[in-house]
């Protein structure tokens, strides 16, 4: 049976602003990305994501980014990789601990917004992010975009790294993706879902330019902020099961021990 694990980017709520909608999309999910300070989210977030997370069975990733709280850390920023290394353990080891007094362990890491971009064209600062990671757990999967720097970098580590494709975003003839949407909108959830599908059981996705492309999906994100984000869950949910596809935990997806 083909296998996909679902993803959302989780705890981005700080101080007394609110954003997605963590609650409803755990029970659609097997990843919560949480964040972890530095482009969103709290500790008091952290600690209630986590055990959001916990209640649902939901494995835990930190969702680390560029100290960028007003830029919600989509600004490209110019940074050593020692820096990155350490932005990315302090973020990482917060969460870990968060993790710890719930009796979990940090299944996965996804950078986020433009640090995850960056480092998936720039091997010095994708390296910098697995270093990191390795130090703390090297059997902490890793999600990335298909053939990129962190993919490539992070095999040769021996560093589980999962291919990541996107349901609400665009895709590139590389499969990479627009980081914030700028083709057409898709608005039928069902068509959204199909594309899912397509994704995981064929490895075909239209770009953003209209071709044809190829693209592995082993780990398919949903945003929990974009619009009607709880439908379109449920929707890909549907669609997957509908033709046989097994949502499960990347590590089953992975086929790699706990």
């Not at 939901?58 to 560029?66: D, E, K, L, S």
């Not at 020692?82 to 996804?110: M, P, S, W």
């Not at 975003?169 to 627009?178: F, K, L, M, N």
């Not at 059981?201 to 082993?218: L, P, W, Y």
Request: with cysteine.
């Amino acid at each position: 049976m083909i296998k996909v694990d679902l993803n959302c980017d989780m705890g981005e709520s700080f101080g007394m602003y609110k954003l997605g909608n963590d609650e409803e999309m755990m029970q659609y999910i097997t990843s919560a990305n949480i964040a972890c300070g530095f482009h969103a989210g709290d500790p008091h977030v952290m600690r209630r994501t986590t055990e959001l997370a916990k209640r649902y069975g939901v494995g835990i990733g930190a969702h680390p980014a560029f100290p960028d709280v007003i830029g919600f850390g989509r600004r490209y920023m110019k940074c050593t990789p020692g820096e990155i290394k350490d932005y990315v353990t302090y973020q990482t080891g917060a969460l870990r601990e968060f993790a710890a007094a719930n009796g979990l362990r940090i299944q996965h890491c996804k950078p986020h917004g433009a640090l995850y971009m960056m480092a998936m064209d720039d091997e010095q600062l994708a390296r910098a992010i697995l270093e990191a990671i390795a130090d703390m757990d090297s059997q902490t999967v890793v999600f990335a975009l298909n053939n990129s720097a962190v993919a490539e970098i992070g095999k040769q580590m021996g560093i589980p790294v999962a291919l990541e494709a996107y349901s609400d975003r665009e895709h590139t003839a590389t499969g990479s993706i627009v980081l914030t949407r700028t083709g057409p909108s898709i608005q039928d959830y069902r068509d959204m879902a199909e594309r899912v599908v397509r994704m995981v059981k064929e490895g075909r996705v239209v770009t953003h330019t209209g071709e044809d492309a190829s693209i592995i999906a082993q780990t398919v994100c949903i945003h929990g902020d974009t619009p009607g984000a709880t439908e379109l869950a449920k929707a890909i949910v549907e669609a997957l099961k509908q033709n046989e596809i097994k949502i499960a935990p990347i590590r089953e997806v992975l086929g790699v021990g706990c």
